[in-house]
């Protein structure tokens, strides 16, 4: 006997809400193994550091500084501990870097790489944070940008995937999402050459992989008693695809329950109003002891449209229930 196309669906939905159950939390894991710096043998403020001593004290990190006419072996500054009398104190740990540039004629640029957990893949999408700070001083007058790059040999900066330059009172933080445009195991960093020198302070490199366009599922409303905000944003949940959902302001260290349904039947609910009536599915899953949540969903299935509600038990709210809003999930073949 076939299925009726209400079965398939619940079916779909059914499965889809029971991955929940073997789907990790999801948690961004920085793929750089040493942004902050702070895996380094050096103590206290070294200036003017030649790339063999950089190397032998900073842990998964390789400096390759670029030199004309100095006959120097790179000027990478290592400051642990305080601010060093330049700038401010790191913004993430103790530890901050200093990059130079001279030019244009005798010219030095620092530049180094440092080593990911899992090389980044062509074509794909990554969010590249860090923090960067110039400093002008009588030996360096001129502001100029920090650039970034992936490479797949240490010594070599490789392919830029962004420049920014950095303001000279606080640390400036920078956030940028691309594609990688080659595969390679290294995040590098350089100053950018001006018409004379420059120094800046950077710290704080974090490298993810990243949803790249973002599409969030379809806000219906109908949120409350209580403040629990229910979003699911990331890629169009076709197959191969996922996206993340996120539950925010539930109570701290409490069940979730989330209320999947076929039909978007808004019903009086304790106070609130419940949407997916009548539920198809309820799963439980615990928060944070912040009252957030986080889950992978995988896409696929489709196409089927169902609806979603996150639902807690709070005594502190008059009907003993809080609701999110309720979302309407479309799943794509």
Not at 74 to 87: D, L, P, Q
Not at 111 to 135: C, E, K, N, R
Not at 161 to 170: A, C, H, I, N, R
Request: hydrophobic content about 40%; proline content about 7%; glycine content about 14%.
């Amino acid at each position: 006997m076939n299925a009726t196309p209400f079965s398939c669906r619940a079916l779909v939905m059914a499965t889809w809400l029971i991955s929940f159950a073997i789907s990790s939390p999801l948690s961004a894991q920085n793929l750089v193994l040493n942004g902050s710096f702070e895996k380094t043998s050096y103590p206290g403020c070294h200036f003017n550091e030649p790339d063999s001593a950089f190397n032998a004290g900073m842990q998964d990190c390789q400096a390759f500084s670029t030199t004309i006419g100095l006959g120097l072996g790179g000027e990478i500054c290592v400051m642990k501990g305080s601010a060093c009398t330049y700038g401010l104190p790191a913004p993430s740990g103790s530890v901050k870097l200093g990059i130079s540039a001279y030019g244009p004629t005798a010219m030095l640029q620092d530049q180094f790489s440092m080593t990911l957990s899992a090389p980044v893949i062509a074509g794909q999408a990554y969010a590249l944070s860090f923090q960067a700070m110039g400093v002008i001083t009588g030996f360096s007058p001129e502001l100029s940008a920090v650039e970034v790059g992936i490479s797949d040999d240490p010594g070599d900066f490789g392919s830029l995937v962004f420049s920014g330059t950095p303001g000279l009172t606080s640390w400036t933080g920078f956030s940028h999402e691309f594609l990688a445009p080659i595969s390679g195991g290294y995040l590098t960093v350089r100053q950018r050459p001006g018409a004379s020198v420059s120094w800046n302070q950077i710290d704080d490199f974090t490298l993810e992989e990243s949803a790249g366009v973002n599409v969030c599922q379809t806000d219906l409303g109908s949120g409350g008693p209580g403040g629990i905000q229910l979003s699911i944003c990331g890629e169009t949940l076709a197959t191969g695809n996922s996206a993340t959902l996120d539950v925010s302001g539930a109570p701290a260290s409490n069940f979730v329950y989330l209320v999947l349904g076929l039909t978007n039947s808004p019903t009086p609910f304790f106070g609130g109003t419940l949407v997916p009536v009548p539920a198809l599915a309820i799963r439980a899953f615990p928060s944070d002891t912040t009252g957030t949540l986080q889950l992978l969903i995988p896409g696929g299935g489709g196409p089927v449209v169902g609806y979603l509600q996150a639902v807690t038990v709070d005594g502190a709210l008059p009907g003993g229930y809080g609701l999110s809003n309720a979302l309407e999930v479309n799943f794509l073949p």
